[in-house]
């Protein structure tokens, strides 16, 4: 009877355990399903990203416009798009017309007078925004000689004095800081020389691209790998005749510089002469002046405006 006793009290014993195991581990599964529902509810959809794909590290010209271009993309479905030219809201916001539910694309023209932030602002349907702004940098457009630059006829016996000039930072040049100076050849826009070399009144003024001045066969300086200058003598100079108080480039951007030539004669003092640069850049000159002689004192004397940046390419 004891031993019978003995064996029931240890089946007892066994089914006990067994229980006690299946409740923990029914437990332990409940325990991670609750666990799974917990990380799953505290996932968080990551905010919207914003790309800009053009590129504004350049500079835009006063007045000019400037196209902001990028893109948006949301693991939630987009709800609204809004841009902010600084402080304020710029134009309406996107609100449907998504190119999906999750993707945009976005091209917002711009102007300016002076530097601004332009700031995307992105919000999905689950609420999550993103913002994201990139600087516009507007400068002025052109600018002005402080005074007459004063270039010399480009002779061999004037090695002494500015030949060659800068129609930017209206520095000048001679034939000895010229020749085979990389430097001052990668600044140089113009050379001026007289053509039939008579040094007087009666002579032929020309100014000539860098890279096709003809004096080179006179004063054996060749500007290896000058830059090229166009030029064209306007026949109706009407809108810049008040020379002097020009505040932008909208006149000189009107010019059409379709006939522009690489050596321009035939001139006069007062004439007007656009340019245009190897950059792109455009300008006037103004002959205000000058002095016919022989050897070192035949100089032209000319005002200059130009463009200040250049122009965006097409």
């Given at each position: ?195 039939n070399y008579t040094k007087t009144l009666g002579g032929t ?12 066969q006179h004063s054996g300086v060749i500007l290896t790998n ?28 009107a010019i059409d510089m379709a006939n522009a030539v690489a ?52």
């Amino acid at each position: 009877m004891n031993l019978i006793k003995t064996k029931f009290y240890k089946l007892k014993i066994e089914i006990m355990k067994k229980i006690n195991l299946m409740i923990i581990a029914v437990l332990a599964s409940a325990l991670a399903f609750m666990t799974s529902c917990d990380n799953g509810s505290e996932t968080i959809t990551p905010k919207p990203v914003i790309t800009f794909t053009s590129d504004h590290s350049g500079v835009v010209m006063a007045g000019d416009s400037v196209d902001v271009v990028g893109s948006v993309e949301a693991e939630g479905s987009l709800e609204k798009i809004t841009f902010f030219k600084g402080d304020d809201q710029y134009g309406d916001a996107i609100t449907s017309d998504f190119n999906t539910k999750t993707t945009h694309t976005f091209s917002v023209r711009v102007a300016g007078e002076e530097t601004f932030n332009f700031e995307v602002q992105v919000e999905d349907k689950e609420g999550q925004v993103s913002k994201k702004s990139v600087t516009i940098t507007v400068d002025e457009s052109i600018v002005k000689s402080s005074e007459s630059v004063k270039i010399y006829c480009a002779s061999a016996d004037q090695t002494g004095y500015g030949d060659y000039a800068s129609l930017t930072t209206f520095e000048t040049w001679n034939h000895n800081e010229a020749e085979n100076n990389a430097d001052t050849i990668a600044n140089t826009d113009v050379c001026y020389y007289n053509g039939n070399y008579t040094k007087t009144l009666g002579g032929t003024p020309h100014l000539v691209s860098p890279d096709a001045c003809p004096i080179a066969q006179h004063s054996g300086v060749i500007l290896t790998n000058a830059k090229s200058t166009k030029f064209l003598v306007l026949t109706d100079a009407t809108a810049f005749a008040d020379f002097s108080n020009i505040e932008d480039d909208t006149a000189i951007k009107a010019i059409d510089m379709a006939n522009a030539v690489a050596n321009v004669g035939d001139f006069a003092e007062g004439d007007v002469i656009a340019f245009e640069l190897a950059d792109g850049k455009m300008g006037v000159i103004k002959a205000v002046g000058g002095t016919a002689g022989y050897g070192n004192d035949d100089y032209i004397l000319v005002d200059v405006i130009v463009q200040k940046h250049a122009p965006a390419t097409k």
